[in-house]
Every structure is written in structure tokens, then in C-alpha cells.
């Protein structure tokens, strides 16, 4: 007997949570084969009740139960199994027993594996497992806790058939193999067993074995010789598959491949997967593929990958250029169980010389790998893989272009290429017109034939395949040079760079695709100014931690005024300045605006603390005064601060409006929710981060925000995290944009009627009744609110004055929030419980934030960058267009980490249509744990499991969609955001929301659908 825990005790060896009921579990795996005899568990001194303990596959298949008798009031319980259950060796298990209230653990005890003799637990950072029903598969994980589950595990020997030899061999087509194909079989003791009885079958590939069937000789083997086969018409060398079985044994399995007589060539020949059915995660789908080139220009004629053997569903071939445009698609038909599988182009596709090019195919679950195989490059006439360090591509988002790379990883996509007649682009394309024009050059396309002279006399149809627009002569044929030409006159709709594509075809040789774009007549400033170049220099390489600090006079500033900049070093010295405004700019994210040059610093004076509320105020002399240009454009800006004696950096975040704007669209910035975690001074408005675990009831502005000073930064309340990423989408696009952030929504709402659409975006938690009163009349006078964001409008606050410590007395410079200690604030018992700063939704504001969104915050994941899927609901509502998507489809990762939902409290706007129902696991501590008896924010029985978006049409036609995630704009742009979640339907989703708030972009991706 062998069971992994020996000498571990647990740590906690009582817990309960009132209520809460579990299958507690973990995962392991044995060195060999053999049975499991025995369930274990710790039982806690407090818990009673019946246990049943389950073994399941990695998978969550049950293998067996049983319920455990006769156990002691605590410690170590086991129970028989009624059958011993058989395990392989290497391969994960996962055993459970529920718990009715009282359970021990470890924390982090699972982090790293445990071994003991043959049994090891699983270290993969996702073990100590449970589930929230008991009897359930359990799969969820917190901390890698040993919940102290275990089994009694006995080796068994196993009889053995192996390869002897024989396997990978090539050979041409209808030959038989030099090599014989040779197994050996052995019984448990592994002693050679002769008079075995011993199958040979041709799987797939064709051809047959001769013998076919027989008995090992006194070696303990079986030789057989294989005539290879091929399938009819096969442009491509065919894996042929034998299988060798020995009755109540196992099987092996014999690769070989079957080489045409054609002129075809393929990168992989005789490479064979080292791991042939690989699976992620429970079956995790990709795309994967390779790089390849060709010493000479020709056409690539069919598409091939390895198929595994577990792997089903239907798979979509790829044909792309090195950055991604995709030239050809074709779905796979006829496929066979596994190995190589190949499908003709509709049309051959011309590739040129030296020249990169990717090959991808989806997998839906299972697929084929060998490690590092690409690291160096496999030549195979004139095409070769790319060993630039960066192939075997992948992408977590299938039919997506694969550029992800993990070890050189060669997952068995290929191609078929010919050398033959070309036809090549020459000029014309890539070009730039404005809509409703001609585009200056001519589309100029040639024919060569294999010698590489031209061809004359070859039709070629020119037309236009995406994007608006019209070309003439939409038929000709080659001159004597070879060549032949049209002219595109662009459409009406705006369109980034292919977004308008012209394809020429020579019948029976191949295609070229132009690519064009349609500027706006008009463009906006956006358009404009994301036409610059850009820099990612605004990002800290060198984050401070107390060299070098500084806040502004203001949160935002209209262009043509000026920001006081107030800086502070640990030691005095010389500092720099630089100022950068955020957007797309090519994906550099940024551009350099103004730069200080060389200052002069000091060691400002430290701040006030004001003992009753620890409100902390600083009192700092100007150290730069920023003039902001006129024809600085709105955004949100950066003043990154660099000591010069230490090289340390620290941001000073801001935004630039224009007041005078009437964009379509304006972008609210939540620096409230920025300011409310700020520690700067050692409070905030939470207890987690305060000194002594005491909060601030008051928190400035007059001072630096810590998330921009320190090297502790909590990203989940910073403009960078969700708000940058939106930023840098709807700027890759050219929405007509202005800025502006909470406190102009505060004193200033009336400018939201300026506009047709507000966005609040990712984190906007803190809002004051006046931001709450203005966006509802913005609403209400027909203005279209998009809530791409969660907790949002969740705590109210109250803008004061700042008082003397801060060197002058100005407005809105304060922000106070009591939250659950409202009483004690002396406004709200002069004013009386309607003036209570606490959330929207409680019993003394009653202004709950779903009347507005249509959703209200429901919980939290730990992580930040976690999160849960997802999942589609009414997928025939027009902002699902174009998109593909259908009911329960997932989208991945795109909910958190803090999430909301519908709730039937009496605030729900009529018409509300819900979009997604995601399943998520909420917090410990909900929303509701602050509430006094008989002070609900909430009705009772609540499913805090579920997240919901969602969209409604105000009585005023207004437009309201909220995105119940502040994780929406990762589905846009996943720039430093790990794991990358950008998804083309999220992004084709956003432009259906904003074209039906009348936003539609000047700039859009070539694969968006403008409605």
C-alpha cells in the first residue's frame, strides 16, 4: 500500500464557512500502473454528516464512489473501494469527498508536488481543488490549499507491446518499405513472450501488411513488411498508419509516408510529433501554425496539417502573409482519424521568393507537438521553415492570425507549393485615396512563367472584394510585357488600409489582392492626430519608490491654458519633465508632446494630516508651469517625472479637454476611483491599504496619486489599466472623440449634451449625486450612455473644498465618502440621511445604479487579470451583427475582475434585453457585508454567480448598453495584458453598440462591418 500523505498535518484543522457546503479534492498521479484500493480524508473534530468519496478522471469523468462507514469523530477516515479502480501511470486523477460544514487545509501546501514513493500530487498552480456543490466535479482553486484528500494506491504490473523498428520510414507510393515493421511482446514480469497473438491493420493511407496476423516468435516478436498505399489524386506525400495490437495487451501504432511522383513540395517529409495527442486545459482550442519560405516564386496549391487522434471537429486551413493578411482559407473535407491531412486551394495562391508567409490550422482540442523542432530551419527543396526563433505560431483565438510562440514548438502545419507560371503584383497597391475618388496609381499586376519571362495574352479579372468602390476595366489581358493594369475608384465609406481590397485573378494560375484605403473627406481630429508618430517612452522602465513624486493643480485642463505641476524629490536636484498624450499612434501607444528640459528641485514640505477624517493635504510650490497649445488635441495626457541622479520615474496623469468640442463621442476618465485607492501619505478610502487599517473619510487632490509614484502600484485603479486599452482601440479606429473625466461631469454636466454618446469606462466606482443627476439628464434629453465598465456609480461621494493645508482654498478639490460609518459625517446629520455618502443603492439613498445601467456591481475575483468567459446570450439582437457568435458561445476572460448583474429590485429601466449570462465565482465578501440589519441595498436571494451585460431604450430614444465587466476593453486591445483576450467579435460588437448610438469610426479594421 502507498498513500501520498504521510507525516503532513494541516494548519487549520476546523474550518467552517456558515452555510457553505463542498467537494473538496486533489490532484495526483502515480510513476507506474496499478490500482487504487482505498479513499482518504481528514475529517475536522466538528463535522458530521454522510462522506462519499469520488475518483475522477483529469477531465471530470467519475470513475467510482463510495461512502464512507464507520468513521472516528476526526482525524484520517478511509474507505475500500468496492472494485479497485486501475490507473496509468504519468496521468492525472483527481480524488474528493464532500464536506457538510467543517473542513481542515493548508494553504499553499499543493504549490509544490509531494511525493511520496510511486504517488506525487499535481504542482500546476491550480490544485486543492473544490466545487461549490457537493458531489460535483471539483475544478476550482484557491491558493493550491491541501484540503487533505488522498488514496491507497498499489502497483500492478503490466504486459507490454512495443516498437522494435520500422517506424517512420518513406517510400514512393504502392512500394514496400525496406525496413520491416517489427513489435515485441512481454509479459508483466517483462519476460519476452513467445505465441502471442499479435494484429497488424492498416489504419489510414491505404497500402496492406503481409502477414497480417500471427503469433510472436521465441524472441517474443512479430515482423511484418508494408506496402505503402496512397490516396487517389494525392498532390503530397500520404501518412500511412499501422496499428499492431496484441489481444488484451494494447496497440502501437507505425508511421510511414507514401511519396507522389508529382513536382509538389512540402517543408515536413519524415518529421514525426514526439507527443502525437497533446491537449490544454481540458481542451483548450488554437490556432497553430508555421512560417515558411520558398527559394522561388510559385504557387501554393493545397494546405496540410497533422491531424491527432483524439482531435475532431471541423478544421479551417490559413494561408497569411507574415503580418497577418490572410490570402486563403479552405475547410478541410474527408478527413481521417489522424496523421497528415491535406485539402486543395480553390485557387492557387502565388507566393514570392525568400519571402515569409504563415500556415495555420484550428484545432478544437487535441493536437500534435514536438518541442523546438523549428529552432532550426527544415529544408525540403525549394521550401523551408523560418528559424528566426519566433515559429510555431499559436493564438489562443481561433481562425485568428497565430504569432504567439512557446519553444520553436513544430505543430505539423505545412504546405503544398509548385513552381509554375506567377502572377505578381507590381504596383498600385497599399495607396491612399479620399471616398468617392480614384486612387492616383494604377493596379498593375504581371504573368511570368516558370522561366520567369511574361506572358502575354492572359486573361486577368480584376474586383473588388471588401470595402466599397468600383475598378474598370474589370477584365483584360497581359501586354507583351506581361502585364496587366485598373483603375480603383474608392467608395463612400471611410476605411483603414485594407479595408478596401481588389483582387486580380489569372484563371489556372493564381490571385493578388491590393490593398487600399479611404480617407475621410473630413477627418476628425483623431484621424488627424494619430497620423503622428508615436513613441512608448512614456512608459516607467524605472518606477519610483519615494525619489521623485508630483500631482497637478487640476485634473483635467482645456487646451490653451495652463497646468501647475508640483514636484518633490527625496534629494534635491535636477528632474525632467516630459509630457505625452495616449492613443494609438501605430501601437506605439503614445506621443511626445512637450518636454521640460532641465529643472531644478527640492524637497517639498511634508504633508498635513487632519487627525479626525486623515484627510492628508500637501501645500507644494509649483515646479512647472505647462502651457497646453491650442492645437493640442483632447486626451489623456502624461507628465512622466525622471530624477536625474537616480533615473527614477513617476507619472503625473491629467486630461486635455476642448470645451468647445461637439464630438460624437466623449470619454469620462475616472480619476475619483484613482484617487480613492491613492495611499499617497498612508491613507485611502479602504481599510485593506490605510496605516493601522484606518480609512480616510476625506481624501485631495493636492497630492501625488501613490498608484503613479511607487513601485506598489494597484493596477486595478489606474487610468493605464482598462481606460488606456479603450483608448488606444477607439483611436486605431478614429472615433470622433473628446475627453473630459469625473469632476467636469461633477460641476460641468451640461457639456454631455454637446455630444451623442458619454462612455465611462473600466473602473469608475466613486461618483457624486451631481455626476449621477447630470448623466441621468443626459439620458433623459436623448444622449446614448455607454458603460463599458463594472461597479460603476457604486459609492457616492461629496466634492469639497480643500482647506488651508493645501495652500488655498479651492473647490472640488476634496472627495468624501463615509461609507458605512455615514452617520458620523457632520453634513449628513445637518442635512439628514439623504445626504448620506455611502453606495447609490442603499437604504438611505435609495438611487440604486441599475436604474441608470440597467445592472449594478455584484462581486469580484481576486485576480486581476483572471476572470471568467463570456457566455452569449440573445445572439439575434443587432448588436451581435457580423459577429458570428450564437447562444452559449464564449467569449474568453472578458469578465472582471469585478463584475455586475440584473437584479428585480423595482430600479430596472423598462425593455432591459440581457446580452450575457456568465457564470463567475464571487467573492467571500459580498457587496452586502457593510449593511446594518435591516438596511438591504439588495433584495434577498441574490445568485451572485451569474454576470450579466445588457442594453435598454430610454423613454427620451436614448441608447444605454453596459458591459457588466470592466474587462471590455482587453476584448479590444490586449496591449500589456497577459493572457491576451483581444477578440475581432468583441471588437465587431463595439462598433455595432456605438454605430447605434450614432458613432461610427473614420478608420476601421479591414474585417469590421459598419452597420
Known amino acids: 500500500m502507498n498513500t501520498l500523505f504521510s507525516n503532513q498535518v494541516p494548519s487549520i484543522t476546523n474550518f467552517t464557512e456558515p452555510g457553505n457546503t463542498y467537494e473538496l479534492g486533489m490532484k495526483f498521479r502515480s510513476a507506474r500502473t496499478g490500482n487504487i484500493t482505498k479513499i482518504r480524508f481528514w475529517k475536522a473534530p466538528s463535522e458530521t454528516g454522510t462522506h462519499v468519496g469520488k475518483l475522477w478522471t483529469a477531465t471530470g469523468q467519475l470513475l467510482t464512489s463510495v461512502t464512507f462507514t464507520n468513521e472516528t469523530a476526526s482525524g484520517w477516515q478511509e474507505q475500500t473501494l468496492d472494485q479497485p479502480i486501475l490507473i496509468q501511470d504519468n496521468t492525472t486523477y483527481v480524488v474528493s469527498v464532500n464536506i457538510n460544514s467543517h473542513y481542515v487545509a493548508t494553504y499553499d501546501e499543493l504549490a509544490t508536488s509531494i511525493v511520496n514513493g510511486d504517488l506525487s500530487s499535481v504542482a500546476d498552480d491550480n490544485n486543492g481543488v473544490f466545487n461549490s456543490t457537493p458531489g460535483a466535479f471539483p475544478s476550482n482553486s484557491y491558493r493550491n490549499t491541501n484540503y ?251 481562425h485568428s492570425f497565430p504569432q504567439n510562440s512557446y519553444r520553436n514548438s513544430n505543430y505539423y502545419r505545412d504546405i503544398g507549393f509548385v513552381v509554375g507560371s506567377n502572377l505578381l503584383k507590381v504596383s498600385g ?109 512614456w512608459k516607467m522602465t524605472n518606477r519610483a519608490s519615494g525619489e521623485i513624486a508630483g500631482y497637478a493643480s487640476a485634473t483635467s485642463v482645456n487646451k490653451g491654458e495652463t497646468l501647475d505641476i508640483k514636484v518633490s524629490l527625496a534629494q534635491a536636484g535636477q528632474f525632467a519633465i516630459d509630457v505625452y498624450r495616449l492613443g494609438y499612434y501605430g501601437g506605439a501607444g503614445g506621443r511626445l ?47 512622466k517625472l525622471t530624477d536625474h541622479s537616480t533615473g527614477k520615474q513617476a507619472h503625473v496623469w491629467f486630461v486635455v479637454r476642448d470645451d468647445g468640442s461637439e464630438a460624437d463621442i466623449i470619454f469620462q476618465s475616472a480619476v475619483s476611483t484613482v484617487l480613492a485607492y491613492s495611499t499617497m501619505g498612508g491613507y485611502s478610502l479602504y481599510n485593506y491599504n490605510s496605516i493601522g487599517g484606518q480609512r480616510a473619510y476625506k481624501v485631495s487632490y493636492d497630492r501625488p496619486y501613490s498608484q503613479a509614484s511607487y513601485q506598489e502600484s494597484y493596477e486595478a485603479d489606474t487610468p493605464l489599466r482598462w481606460e488606456y486599452n479603450m483608448v488606444r482601440w477607439l483611436e486605431s479606429q478614429a472615433y470622433d472623440i473628446t475627453y473630459t473625466d469625473n469632476m467636469q461631469v461633477h460641476s460641468n454636466g451640461q457639456k454631455l449634451l454637446n455630444h451623442k454618446v458619454y462612455l465611462s469606462v473600466g473602473h469608475d466606482e466613486y461618483w ?49 465618502c463615509y461609507k ?28 440604486p445604479e441599475n436604474s441608470l445601467l440597467g445592472v449594478m456591481y455584484g462581486s469580484d475575483t481576486p485576480n486581476i487579470y483572471g476572470g471568467s468567459n463570456f457566455v452569449v446570450t440573445n445572439s439575434n439582437d443587432p448588436y451581435y451583427a457580423n459577429t458570428g457568435l450564437q447562444n452559449g458561445q464564449q467569449l474568453f476572460l472578458l469578465v472582471g475582475y469585478e463584475w455586475d448583474f440584473v437584479v428585480n429590485n423595482g430600479s430596472t429601466p423598462p425593455g432591459l434585453v440581457i446580452l450575457s449570462e456568465s457564470p463567475v465565482s464571487p467573492s467571500a465578501l459580498l457587496p452586502t457585508f457593510d449593511e446594518p440589519p435591516g438596511e438591504p441595498g439588495l433584495p434577498a436571494n441574490q445568485d451572485y454567480t451569474k454576470s450579466n451585460s445588457a442594453r435598454y431604450t430610454a423613454a427620451s430614444g436614448a441608447k444605454v448598453f453596459a458591459s457588466g465587466t470592466i474587462q471590455w476593453a482587453w476584448g479590444l486591445d490586449s496591449e500589456d495584458v497577459t493572457p491576451a483576450r483581444a477578440d475581432s467579435r468583441v471588437k465587431q460588437m463595439t462598433v455595432n453598440i456605438l454605430a447605434d448610438m450614432e458613432a461610427r469610426p473614420q478608420k476601421p479594421d479591414a474585417n469590421i462591418i459598419i452597420p
Open 429 to 537: 497597391d497599399n495607396q491612399t485615396g479620399t471616398t468617392g475618388n480614384a486612387l492616383p496609381d494604377p493596379l498593375v499586376v504581371k504573368v511570368i512563367n516558370a522561366q520567369n519571362s511574361p506572358q502575354a495574352g492572359v486573361t486577368v479579372n480584376f474586383s473588388v472584394t471588401m470595402g466599397g468602390g468600383s475598378v474598370s476595366p474589370t477584365s483584360t489581358v497581359t501586354n507583351a510585357s506581361g502585364e496587366a493594369s485598373t483603375t480603383l475608384t474608392l467608395g463612400a465609406v471611410p476605411a483603414g488600409l485594407g479595408g478596401v481590397v481588389v483582387t486580380a485573378i489569372a484563371p489556372g494560375i493564381g490571385s493578388e489582392t491590393f490593398l487600399a484605403a479611404a480617407a475621410p473627406s473630413e477627418p476628425n481630429p483623431i484621424y488627424l492626430e494619430n497620423l503622428n508618430a508615436g513613441t512608448n517612452s
Open 593 to 639: 508632446m512637450a518636454s521640460s528640459g532641465s529643472l531644478q528641485g527640492t524637497t517639498q514640505p511634508a504633508c498635513t494630516l487632519d487627525p479626525d477624517t486623515r484627510l492628508i493635504e500637501c501645500n507644494w510650490t509649483t515646479s512647472y508651469a505647462l502651457q497646453v497649445n491650442n492645437n493640442w488635441v483632447s486626451g489623456l495626457y502624461i507628465a
Open 148 to 398: 487533505y484528500r488522498d488514496v491507497d494506491f498499489v502497483y500492478v504490473p503490466q504486459p507490454t507491446i512495443t516498437k522494435i523498428s520500422g517506424n517512420n520510414q518513406s517510400g514512393l507510393a504502392g512500394s514496400t518499405l525496406p525496413n520491416p515493421l517489427i513489435v515485441e511482446v512481454r509479459d508483466a514480469a517483462g519476460n519476452v513472450q513467445p505465441n502471442a497473438p499479435v494484429t497488424f491493420s492498416v489504419i489510414s493511407g491505404g497500402g496492406s501488411v503481409s502477414p497480417a496476423s500471427g503469433v510472436t516468435n521465441a524472441n517474443g516478436q512479430f515482423i511484418t513488411n508494408f506496402t505503402l498505399g496512397a490516396t487517389a489524386g494525392a498532390t503530397l506525400s500520404i501518412t500511412n498508419t499501422v496499428t499492431a495490437t496484441a489481444n488484451g495487451i494494447g496497440s502501437v501504432t507505425f508511421f510511414a509516408n507514401a511519396n507522389p511522383s508529382g513536382n509538389t513540395q512540402v517543408v515536413l517529409t519524415n518529421q514525426v510529433p514526439s507527443i502525437a495527442n497533446n491537449i490544454d486545459n481540458n481542451g483548450t482550442s488554437y490556432e497553430l501554425g508555421m512560417k515558411f519560405r520558398s527559394a522561388r516564386s510559385g504557387q501554393v496549391t493545397l494546405l496540410r496539417f497533422w491531424k491527432a487522434p483524439s482531435e475532431t471537429g471541423t478544421h479551417v486551413g490559413k494561408l497569411w502573409t507574415a503580418t497577418g493578411t490572410l490570402l486563403a482559407s479552405v475547410t478541410f473535407t474527408n478527413e481521417t482519424a489522424s496523421g497528415w491531412q491535406e485539402q486543395l486551394l480553390d485557387t492557387p495562391i502565388n507566393i514570392q521568393a525568400n519571402t515569409t508567409y504563415v500556415v495555420s490550422v484550428n484545432v478544437n482540442s487535441h493536437y500534435a507537438i514536438t518541442y523546438d523542432e523549428l529552432a532550426t530551419s527544415i529544408i525540403n527543396g525549394d521550401v523551408s521553415s523560418v528559424a528566426d526563433g519566433n515559429n510555431g505560431l499559436y493564438n489562443v483565438n481561433v
Open 768 to 816: 457624486s449625486k451631481e455626476m449621477f443627476d447630470h448623466v441621468k439628464a443626459a439620458r433623459d434629453a436623448g444622449i446614448n450612455l455607454g458603460f463599458f465598465s463594472a461597479n460603476t456609480c457604486y459609492w457616492r461621494v461629496r466634492f469639497e473644498n480643500s482647506t488651508p493645508a493645501a495652500g488655498q482654498v479651492r473647490p472640488n478639490r476634496v472627495m468624501t
Open 820 to 847: 458605512q460609518d455615514w452617520a458620523l459625517d457632520p453634513i449628513a446629520q445637518q442635512q439628514g440621511i439623504s445626504a448620506a455618502t455611502n453606495k447609490f443603492r442603499s437604504f438611505q439613498n435609495q438611487q
